[in-house]
């Protein structure tokens, strides 16, 4: 996917093992039909904060970020098909500003 040490080490962290509340939140909340009942990504993020607890939402948070920051190193569709791979997730990010929203609405549940 990538010949840069930094991108392929961070690559190799967007897995479940290495970020387990990133992969309840794909399976629980965005995979096909939690994504049917929440409506977009950020919704979820918004319904995964009134329902977790400060630490359960930091941990997101902090494995959300991994995931945006390796959005910003390979095309989205490299890191769709790692997403579907590794995590067997059905959902797929349309771009990095569906990214950029669910970052923002973690944010702001952690400062409320």
């Given at each position: 996917?990538?010949?840069?040490?930094?991108?392929?080490?961070?690559?190799?962290?967007?897995?479940?093992?290495?970020?387990?509340?990133?992969?309840?939140?794909?399976?629980?909340?965005?995979?096909?039909?939690?994504?049917?009942?929440?409506?977009?990504?950020a919704?979820?993020?918004?319904?995964?904060?009134?329902?977790?607890?400060?630490?359960?939402l930091?941990?997101?948070?902090?494995?959300?970020?991994?995931l945006?920051?390796?959005?910003?190193?390979?095309?989205?569709?490299?890191?769709?098909?790692?997403?579907?791979?590794?995590?067997?997730?059905?959902?797929?990010?349309?771009?990095?500003?569906?990214?950029?929203?669910?970052?923002?609405?973690?944010?702001?549940?952690?400062?409320?």
């Amino acid at each position: 996917m990538t010949s840069d040490p930094a991108t392929a080490a961070l690559l190799d962290r967007i897995d479940p093992r290495e970020l387990p509340r990133l992969a309840l939140f794909l399976g629980a909340y965005l995979d096909a039909e939690p994504a049917t009942r929440h409506g977009n990504a950020a919704r979820a993020a918004y319904d995964y904060a009134t329902e977790a607890e400060l630490d359960e939402l930091e941990e997101l948070a902090f494995d959300w970020r991994q995931l945006a920051a390796a959005a910003r190193r390979i095309p989205l569709a490299d890191l769709n098909r790692l997403l579907r791979e590794r995590f067997a997730t059905s959902w797929q990010a349309a771009s990095l500003d569906e990214i950029d929203a669910v970052t923002r609405e973690l944010e702001r549940a952690i400062r409320d």
